[in-house]
């Protein structure tokens, strides 16, 4: 059981989402210390984290105020270049240069393709739940990842911030569940029993290649 392909989540696993929180933040009125402390809340509580919102601001319109947003152009709460963690580019440069067949896919809006273009990340397939039709965590979507693999399941490792969108279904797959502990979900889903389902458990992607040459080196494979 040797893992040949690798996965990558966008959000808090390439991309730094803090400065998407903090646009959001302005935008509502809310002071950005407020607002990162009730995310902290609802995603200690287990709750989607559109709760935020509502909690903040009850009967806050999210897609609404997207649309406004653009309307007026005023910061789109998409991802750019300058929110790509520093790891990300070597990271995927390293599993690819290692052999792996490297795959992005995560719940993001269509045209994932931006993170090639224009923040140099190398993989070899990018993908999306938006393009998919299908979101994280349910099954379907990492049925998805597997057909886009063209191979078995056990030899795919997904990585993610999270346990429940993206480790622990993953895992349910049969993937390799890879738990990145950073960002506010990684942060403090690293405390919760859960955790020590994954396969392996890193703080950041420059551990990731080492990672994974020491799991094949357990199974067996040289």
């Known amino acids: 059981m040797a893992v040949t392909t690798v996965f990558l989540d966008v959000g808090e696993t390439l991309v730094d989402e803090s400065r998407l929180w903090r646009l959001w933040a302005e935008w509502m009125g809310v002071p950005f210390d407020t607002f990162r402390v009730e995310l902290k809340s609802v995603i200690?509580?287990?709750?989607?984290?559109?709760?935020?919102?509502?909690?903040?601001?009850?009967?806050?319109?999210?897609?609404?105020?997207?649309?406004?947003?653009?309307?007026?152009?005023?910061?789109?709460?998409?991802?750019g270049p300058e929110d790509v963690y520093p790891d990300a580019a070597a990271c995927l440069r390293r599993l690819r240069a290692d052999g792996y067949r490297v795959g992005v896919a995560g719940n993001q809006p269509t045209g994932t393709e931006w993170l090639r273009d224009a923040a140099g990340l190398e993989a070899d397939i990018f993908a999306s739940s938006a393009s998919w039709g299908v979101s994280k965590p349910s099954p379907a979507f990492f049925r998805r990842v597997l057909e886009a693999s063209s191979g078995p399941a056990c030899e795919i490792a997904y990585v993610g911030d999270r346990l429940d969108n993206d480790v622990l279904p993953a895992i349910e797959t049969g993937f390799i569940g890879v738990f990145l502990r950073r960002g506010p979900w990684g942060s403090i889903h690293a405390q919760w029993p859960e955790a020590a389902r994954a396969h392996l458990r890193i703080d950041t992607l420059d551990e990731l290649p080492a990672a994974l040459a020491r799991f094949n080196e357990a199974a067996g494979i040289s």
């Open 44 to 79: 200690e509580e287990r709750l989607h984290h559109r709760v935020v919102f509502e909690r903040l601001c009850p009967g806050f319109d999210v897609a609404a105020a997207r649309a406004e947003r653009v309307a007026i152009g005023f910061p789109a709460d998409l991802p």
